[in-house]
């Protein structure tokens, strides 16, 4: 599958369940889930934005926000990045669309 049916498949379930999520926070949250255990770092650099600017969209994925996503200190200055429940149910269902 090219990354034009992705984009238009998870576009598909988040206008469906998560309507108020911004672009970049979807974009995020597919990067998300392709990182194993990442922090707010790694998905920065892996779209290209700073991390405060990364920081702000995840953010809108929370538990106070979509509540896919939680953010745990590492007590190092990382935040790491884990999906909830609600997170693991909307991964397996955008992974399950592209098949």
Known sequence: MNNKAILEQASAYFKSHHSGLSAEAIICFLVMIDLRTPTVGDIARAVG???????QHISMLTPSGAGLVSLVNAGDGRNMVNLTPTGNAARAAILAALK
């Not at 934005?49 to 920081?55: D, G, I, L, S, V």
């Open 49 to 55: 934005m700073t991390e405060p600017q990364a920081y």
